[in-house]
């Protein structure tokens, strides 16, 4: 009798450690099976429309957020978030047009789809000026710019209106239409697409066909007035602000 009560205690104490044990297990896996279970995932690959082969060195971004991914040699990304909100990916690459999917997850979390892009012609000239009296910088004058703004800096921050994305990346440079246009304001000239534009006119560029936005500035330094065809700056301003979109 003495020893079944001995076994019964020492059966009580392998139970209690192995109920210590359990719940430190699941304090310890806890949150890493959450972490699992609240991730959304999407992976695909990208392959040139003409040619069928993957394209490797795509940058796949999210617009409107600062995450992203690039392909690699087979054309394979994946990205993973932590809600399943519709996100919109934006595919760039150098010798593509930019496009942009709408993803929306089932059930599963996950989504994939196959990406197909469509090469685009590069310019390479040093210097272009058309009839339509287009300007395009020197490849010396890029190098002098005060600023230089990539495309893909406009999707991460998903603003829609040009004008507002501009205040974003430059505050000190572009400033609202009013303060501008009152006497002694500070304006800019505009060019987009080679083209001169009236700088109210900025609202009417689309910010995420943007391939890249230029700054300089000048304060009277007389090596600077020569970097462009039509003598710089133009129209009587100090800054000169040239946007190339995909959209010619």
């Known amino acids: 009798m003495y ?4 076994n019964i205690k020492l059966m009580g104490s392998c139970m209690d450690r192995a109920s210590f044990v359990c719940v430190c297990l699941l304090h310890i896996l806890g949150p890493v099976g959450l972490l699992s279970q609240d991730r959304w995932m999407v992976e695909g690959r990208v392959f040139d429309d003409e040619t069928r082969m993957p394209v490797p060195g795509v940058n796949v971004l999210v617009r409107g957020e600062r995450s992203g991914a690039m392909t690699d040699t087979t054309g394979y990304f994946q990205l993973q978030f932590q809600s399943g909100s519709p996100r919109i990916l934006v595919f760039s690459h150098v010798a593509y047009r930019k496009t942009a999917w709408r ?7 996950e989504a994939g789809f196959r990406v197909y892009l469509i090469p685009d012609t590069i310019r390479l000239g040093e210097v272009v000026v058309t009839a339509k009296r287009q300007l395009v910088p020197t490849k010396a004058a890029e190098r002098r710019a005060s600023y230089a703004i990539s495309g893909e800096e406009f999707e991460r921050l998903g603003e829609e209106r040009m004008e507002r994305a501009l205040m974003y990346f430059l505050p000190f440079i572009v400033k609202r239409p009013e303060e501008r246009m009152k006497k002694g304001g500070e304006d800019f000239t505009l060019y987009v697409n080679g083209e001169w534009k009236e700088s109210l006119t900025l609202d009417e560029v689309d910010p995420f066909s943007v391939r890249r936005v230029m700054v300089w500035e000048y304060w009277g330094i007389e090596k600077d007035i020569d970097m462009f065809p039509l003598g710089f700056p133009p129209h009587g301003t100090k800054r000169v602000i040239i946007i190339e979109t995909s959209q010619k």
């Open 103 to 109: 993803v929306e997850f089932d059930s599963t979390r």
């Open 3 to 6: 020893t079944r009560r001995a």
